[in-house]
């Protein structure tokens, strides 16, 4: 991602705070934090309550807890511990979820991690899909070129989640080169070699080379293109 360049100023909010829109060199956050407007920045390290009214564009991002942003997000490496929450849709090259993601857009990224839970309402695209439900987990689409989603063992992260819900994925299709899949519910599959794990409810199945589905699965449907 490339950052604007020109004389930038660092931030630091301790306890409660805000700041202007505008171009910082680094933003460190720790406590409440409110940004008024659309922000870029080379770092920005939140631990608390972060919220953007506009868009964020950062190159490191760095969150544990709660963070809202009102605009979209364009992020270079994205780690996050806790809550997001974006308006618009995020673009990143790596993603790295521990909690909970919501995103009213689109989701797309080089490298796409998440185990919790999230609901994006658009499409998630990645080269790499990597999903660990801990919660239930929504997205209207998801495409990619290796796509695993497998139920954690560790159910570490319940506490995210105020009510016990099943932790499976849900969505309309999901189209990659290699999928594996479990405890998950779509209409349609689509990929070059697919494997159905335990848990699945599939309406159909299309795949190219391969196809293997677990007993403990149902599969409306399979072609062979």
Request: with cysteine; glycine share 14%.
């Amino acid at each position: 991602m490339q950052m604007m360049t020109g004389t930038r100023r660092k931030v630091r909010i301790t306890g409660t705070g805000s700041t202007s829109g505008g171009y910082y060199e680094s933003i460190r956050v720790l406590g409440e934090g409110q940004v008024l407007g659309s922000i870029e920045s080379e770092s920005l390290h939140s631990m608390g309550n972060l919220s953007v009214s506009g868009d964020l564009k950062v190159g490191l991002y760095r969150q544990v807890g709660e963070t809202n942003v009102r605009g979209d997000i364009y992020g270079a490496q994205m780690h996050v511990l806790g809550e997001l929450d974006a308006a618009g849709s995020i673009r990143s090259k790596s993603m790295k979820v521990r909690g909970q993601l919501a995103v009213r857009g689109e989701c797309e990224a080089e490298y796409f991690d998440v185990r919790g839970g999230f609901h994006i309402h658009g499409l998630v695209s990645a080269n790499v899909v990597e999903i660990r439900p801990w919660g239930p987990c929504h997205a209207k689409e998801i495409g990619g070129g290796r796509i695993n989603v497998r139920r954690s063992k560790w159910g570490g992260m319940k506490q995210w989640f105020s009510k016990p819900r099943s932790m499976e994925l849900n969505s309309e299709l999901i189209e990659g080169e290699n999928i594996y899949l479990e405890h998950t519910t779509a209409d349609v599959v689509r990929g070059t070699n697919v494997t159905i794990g335990p848990g699945c409810r599939i309406g159909l199945i299309e795949y190219r080379k391969s196809l293997k589905v677990s007993k403990g699965s149902v599969v409306n449907e399979e072609i062979k293109r």
